[in-house]
């Protein structure tokens, strides 16, 4: 349960982290409405668009970081709360409900004022990620603020990086597609192993990195080879890996089911919400990595930060360890496309939707209160296409052990090769939390706990210690949360903690965060000197593209360490241990 982020008609005074239920949604005042106005006039002058063109081809870096203060200058809506969030209130832009908070330091939130500069003076496909917290505080039924995490960047609709909650005893609680994303349950697993660094030589290092190519398909279009029927695909769309296992043990050994969320089944999944066009791309891409920032990697553990966190994670320094970055591929992308469609769909047409531009929200926002029957079917889609991603993570999680096993001439089970635990990154879910209650008078109001639907887009749930629904060997010491890093840099493993559970509903950073367009990493950078660059770091790398690996240059990305300790010094995780790439294999 958690007291998480305060939101009010006005602004929060930054003493005031919990949400006031009785002022979300009311209209707005005389003197906001006037400053609205006067925001707006300044948004469309040229003093802003010089100013934005100017930030936008200046390098972030340390030394610039006064920068930082004089693009927040250029907001009256926007302005630190500390040195790790920044609060963009209420009248930023219009129809907001409640404030926006982002998680960023200095030099993170100096590339977010690029993006803004980058969007002002050329044009986006997406709104710059500033001004999506602030679209997203418009979302009928919102409660405490919009926010952002560290590894923020634009997207559909939320930008990448967004959480926000809305409270389902309000019957216009809205639940939103561009809240969940196209890729949905992309998540990361890690398996751990017994083998030590030093136990793997090079010969070994190079054959692991070749089976693994081998074995996994890879690539845009990759087909899987995994044996598949419809009956058994709708199987696993609602029954997730608890169907796995029976169908299929020497895959989905019983003690992988224990260390994922949901124990790798969202309940109220139902596969007849899930189109026939879904279910085909579904049944030819189970277990297949894809391409774009989806990877399976070797690491080896270069550092623990807390000892008895990593002892119950069963990981030490100098492990051996694997990392599966997958998502739900074709068949999440159709459940959300065909949604969309349908939201937008409603929502123009006057059918209790607020898609189209309607109640408030941008199109990329469409959303349906989340009570109605296309709010229910959504989500029982959304639960399918989140069991096929478990599943499929699953299956290549196999792959890994088998390439393993060939490699190293040992059973996976010899090896000890078991689940360290399985997150989330793109999902909608419904959870209680604590949240304060306006009291009719100054005071900060009654706690209640709420059901609430918990968005969560390029953001990972991060419960605390004790909470009932981690495993047992977990209650200690808080949720594994798993961070990927950029290609070639390391990945982290977190735990969640308490402020995280009062203050972002549980919620904390899911990966480094683009830096860059895709456009714009081949412009900065070519493929052959990413490769080039990870020979020289001795990371093995085999690409199914070797043309787009340019498109996931550590350049393109955010310094990950930055995006860490930012969520470490806002206190919404603790650092267990730091992973190190060895070898990468990705489409």
């Not at 189109?275 to 189970?286: E, F, H, N, V």
């Not at 498109?551 to 267990?576: F, L, N, P, R, W």
Request: glycine residues 12%; aromatic residues 4%.
């Amino acid at each position: 349960m958690s007291e998480a982020g305060g939101s009010s008609s006005g602004g929060v005074a930054p003493s005031d982290p919990v949400p006031e239920l009785g002022e979300v949604g009311k209209p707005m005042r005389k003197k906001d409405k006037k400053a609205l106005k006067k925001h707006e006039k300044m948004m469309r002058s040229k003093e802003l668009r010089d100013a934005m063109k100017d930030l936008a081809v200046h390098e972030v870096s340390n030394e610039r970081i006064s920068g930082l203060e004089a693009g927040l200058e250029i907001f009256p809506h926007v302005f630190k709360l500390d040195e790790s969030r920044v609060l963009v209130q209420r009248g930023f832009q219009p129809n907001m409900r409640t404030d926006g908070v982002i998680f960023a330091n200095g030099p993170l939130m100096a590339q977010l004022l690029q993006e803004l500069g980058h969007a002002s003076s050329d044009g986006a496909a997406f709104s710059p990620a500033l001004r999506q917290v602030a679209d997203v505080a418009a979302l009928p039924g919102i409660i405490g603020q919009s926010m952002a995490m560290p590894d923020v960047h634009s997207g559909y609709g939320f930008p990448i990086g967004g959480v926000a909650a809305v409270n389902l005893d309000d019957p216009q609680a809205a639940v939103s597609p561009g809240g969940v994303g196209f890729d949905i349950n992309c998540g990361v697993r890690l398996l751990r192993t017994d083998l030590l660094e030093q136990d793997v030589n090079a010969v070994q290092l190079d054959a692991l990195a070749q089976r693994l190519f081998e074995l996994i398909p890879l690539g845009v279009g990759a087909k899987s080879d995994y044996p598949l029927d419809r009956r058994a695909l709708e199987g696993m769309l609602e029954g997730g890996m608890r169907y796995l296992h029976e169908r299929d043990p020497d895959t989905c050994w019983a003690e992988d089911v224990e260390f994922v969320e949901e124990r790798g089944c969202m309940a109220g999944a139902d596969h007849t919400l899930v189109s026939t066009r879904a279910k085909a791309r579904g049944l030819a891409q189970m277990g297949s990595l894809g391409s774009g920032n989806h990877y399976v990697e070797v690491q080896v553990v270069d550092e623990v930060f807390d000892e008895a966190a990593a002892e119950a994670m069963g990981l030490r320094r100098g492990q051996v360890v694997a990392m599966v970055h997958s998502g739900s591929r074709g068949l999440g992308h159709q459940v959300c496309s065909d949604f969309l469609r349908l939201m937008e769909k409603q929502g123009s047409g006057g059918g209790g939707g607020h898609g189209g531009g309607h109640g408030g929200v941008t199109k990329q926002l469409s959303c349906v209160p989340a009570a109605s029957k296309l709010g229910r079917d959504y989500l029982s889609a959304m639960a399918a296409a989140a069991n096929f991603a478990f599943c499929s993570r699953t299956v290549l999680a196999w792959q890994v052990r088998e390439a393993f096993e060939k490699t190293f001439r040992k059973s996976a089970r010899e090896l000890g090769m078991t689940v360290v635990y399985d997150v989330s990154h793109n999902i909608a879910k419904k959870e209680e939390h604590t949240v304060a209650c306006a009291s009719g008078g100054d005071g900060p109001g009654e706690l209640r706990r709420l059901p609430l639907l918990v968005h969560r887009k390029g953001a990972t749930r991060a419960y605390p210690p004790g909470h009932p629904d981690l495993p047992a060997r977990y209650r200690d010491i808080g949720q594994p949360v798993l961070i990927g890093g950029s290609m070639g840099t390391c990945s982290y493993v977190l735990t969640g903690t308490e402020e995280a559970m009062r203050h972002t509903f549980a919620s904390t950073c899911h990966g480094a965060g683009r830096a860059m367009s895709r456009g714009e990493a081949k412009r900065a950078v070519t493929s052959k000197q990413v490769i080039a660059e990870m020979a020289r770091l001795g990371i093995r790398m085999h690409v199914a593209t070797p043309s787009l690996v340019a498109e996931e240059a550590a350049q393109a990305y955010k310094d990950v360490s930055e995006v860490i300790e930012t969520c470490v010094a806002a206190g919404i995780s603790k650092k267990t241990a730091r992973l190190r790439p060895l070898a990468v294999v990705k489409g």
